[in-house]
């Protein structure tokens, strides 16, 4: 070989050299095949060895990899979920090679792990073609299959379905600024999409306080379903804390709670970073404007800040026709004292003018809100909370009641707060929080006749029936009774969609173990209408009396006949009579033979005959 590439120096062009070598490499002699495959296969899985620090790592990075721990025995998806994901990125096992990669956004990478990854803990590294890496250490584990008589660990029974299942992850995100101000108000936009192979129901996403404070919405957003690949745009005002100064960066929290077509409750949360304004040195800030050094903390950015930061309901189930109470947790979350604040549930302004910049008497206006869900009881929707201290909270309460018209869903409602700072300037922060509402069947549990006498220890029937009782066709699932104390067979039916004023029978066998009251537990279960398993239960109380003691029966005979008993005379006088002495008496006093009961054994004549060859006198 050596010789060949000497002469082949002499010979070729430098460019016709290259050009040789690399045909060389591609078609090795037939000894060196198998070495120079393998080593053609690594170079292309594997990323070069001064490649393992990001050349960007601002840009790319793994957040997460789904699921965690995988079976080797079947090809089996991750999910990579990160930043700077581009078309061309590989999914890389550390000490083993690169996966099938296919990319679906610049945060979203899937891989398909093949059959035979030997078992172990792999760090996961993500390849860009400019040689950008990025590692996160331990991030998928490889396990083997449970044996026959092994007990599997959690995670490897869970890996296979683990993905089968809705999965939320952040596309994209940004804000109104380049750089967060502290102690300001800003917009944030953000992106979510469905990276899983199910579809995603009853989406949540909720902003936690922390460097940012949510505003208008009461941190929560309602998003409805998305299916699998669907992505969702939607914004949320923020308010930047004082907190942020002297920091570099800002994080905000998110969390999106999700459900899939089975009711499961998932979670995905997520921590996103913003770049600080630098704070400014003191000699700069003192030549750049001839402005006194108070006027800054006295300007708007020092105000009040009023926020829900929690609230709930009593009862905590709503539904239409339902009176309940609506709780607020109330915070001021500025800088300044809120003065003369005051609460309206539904919307509403200081719409009645201001002098000196407070508003006065009567200079409130709650009427503008929907009402159509929710309406004011005992009093109106306008409450006043008097002066909340900054960081001081507040608790407020409002009597509402649901609307007989209004269906189960999810309904937002506008909180607005009216109140003043210290220097008489008026402000309104508008809020809004949600409240579900369900629609819970109406039904009625009884017995369909008159439950029949039970006795302890003695089987008997229950008939009892289902009915619904409500306006709406419902489709029901078991219906049940079960008791304490009692053994019950054929106690649980199917019972499927009933119409209003339909009804189920269920006629189920009870065996009462004691006398005394006895307790039904009768129960049906249903699909709420936010996809959740839901049961109604009811209870019934019933008497078990003692059992009645049964008396042994006469003796039969093989004709099935009562035996009857023969007398006897003990001497002292005439022992009762059995039927067959009656019967013969009857017929002695027939033919005049005499008919009084004998006083004891009846001695019968026997009469003599001669025997055949002996003398008779």
Known sequence: MNDLHHSLRRVLPAAALVALLLLLVAFPPAGQAQDATATATATATLPPATATQPSDPGNLTIIAVQPGTVVNTGDTEIVVTGTGFVDGSVVVLSNWGGLETTFVSRQVLRANVPTGVPPGSYDVQVVNPNAATAVLRGGLNVVLPAGPTDTPEPTATAAPTDFIRPLLVVQSYGASAAQITPNSNLDFEMTIVNAGQATAGNVLATFVSGDFVPRATGGVRALGTLTPGQPIRFWQPLFATAELRGKTTAVLKVTTTYTDINGQSYESSFELTFPVVPQASGGAAATATPTPTVTPTAGPRQRPQLLVTGYTTEPETLQPGLPFTLTMDVSNEGQANARNVVLIVGGGTAGGGTTDGTPEAGGVSGAGGSFAEFAPIGSSNVSRLGDVAAGEGRE??????????????????????????????????????????????????????????????????????????????????????????????????????????????????????????????????????????????????????????????????????????????????????????????????????????????????????????????
Do not use: C, H
């Not at 009892?464 to 219906?479: E, I, K, M, S």
């Not at 304490?484 to 029978?505: K, S």
């Not at 002292?572 to 009084?596: D, K």
């Open 396 to 617: 407020a309460a409002q009597q509402l009641i649901v609307n007989t018209t209004t269906k189960p869903g999810a309904y937002p409602v506008k909180v607005s707060f009216v109140y003043t700072d210290n220097n008489g300037i008026s402000y309104t922060d508008d809020q809004v929080i949600t409240l579900l509402v369900f629609q819970q069947p109406q039904v009625e549990m009884n017995f369909y006749t008159a439950p029949p006498t039970l006795f302890a220890g003695e089987p008997g029937g229950l008939p009892l029936q289902l009915v619904n009782t409500g306006r709406n066709a419902v489709v029901f699932g078991n219906f049940t009774v079960n008791a304490e104390n009692a053994e019950l067979t054929n106690n649980a039916i199917f019972v499927g969609a009933l119409e209003p004023g339909g009804f189920f029978p269920l006629d189920a066998l009870i065996t009462p173990f004691e006398p005394g009251p006895l307790d039904l537990q009768l129960s049906v279960t249903y699909t709420d209408d936010f996809n959740r398993p839901s049961v109604i239960t009811e209870t019934l109380t019933i008497e078990v009396l003692e059992a009645i003691p049964v008396e042994p029966g006469p003796e039969l005979g093989p004709d099935g006949l009562p035996i009857d008993e023969v007398p006897i005379d003990d001497g002292g006088g005439t022992a009762e009579e059995s039927l067959g002495q009656r019967i013969w008496r009857f017929i002695r006093g027939l033919f005049g033979l005499g008919s009084e009961p004998s006083s004891g054994e009846e001695q019968v004549p026997v009469e003599e005959f001669p025997v055949e060859g002996e003398f008779v006198p």
